[in-house]
């Protein structure tokens, strides 16, 4: 009899349970209905369009500027020095350490604004200038990287765009 009183309850608690049905998933909104077409980030990029109207950009160039537009005019500044210094003396190591670091300066600054196109010609602009930077170096390896893993040919040498322009 004891035995049978512990069971009842057990059953019935057992019951409920099973006919409770499925937990909803806290992040159902995010899930795709049956007919949605699967997107990609490429669907998302801004990497074809103009950041103000999302139209297709009209740019000459076979490569469009993407990211977040940053104000440069600074570093702008520092590379336009570090190149007059080159062209007085093309050989000299300072006036090439001076440059390779004008430009990871502003690649950096590109990259964390997510113009990786852009930050990509000067990585290769810094190791023109000092083959041996490991940092950039590195960058180029990894957004290289990144366009192979889409499927995408990543801006020959040369065809990088140029920086995003902050607004105004």
């Not at 290769?124 to 950039?136: F, I, M, Q, T, W």
Request: with cysteine.
């Amino acid at each position: 009899m004891k035995r049978s009183l512990i069971l009842i309850p057990f059953a019935i608690a057992l019951m409920g349970c099973n006919n409770a049905g499925k937990p909803v998933p806290e992040n159902s909104a995010a899930v795709p209905a049956a007919n949605d077409k699967p997107q990609t980030a490429i669907a998302h990029s801004l990497e074809n369009q103009t950041p103000s109207t999302g139209a297709p950009a009209s740019n000459k160039s076979r490569w469009t500027q993407s990211g977040d537009p940053i104000d440069t005019k600074k570093l702008d500044a520092a590379i336009a020095a570090a190149e007059v210094g080159l062209r007085k003396d093309p050989n000299n190591e300072k006036s090439k350490k001076a440059a390779a670091e004008a430009y990871l300066d502003r690649a950096n600054a590109l990259t964390g604004a997510r113009q990786y196109a852009s930050a990509l010609g000067d990585y290769r602009r810094v190791l023109k200038h000092d083959p041996s930077n490991e940092e950039a170096k590195n960058w180029v390896d990894q957004i290289m990287g990144i366009y192979n893993s889409m499927g995408r040919e990543s801006p020959k040498e040369g065809e990088e765009p140029p920086p995003l322009p902050a607004n105004k």
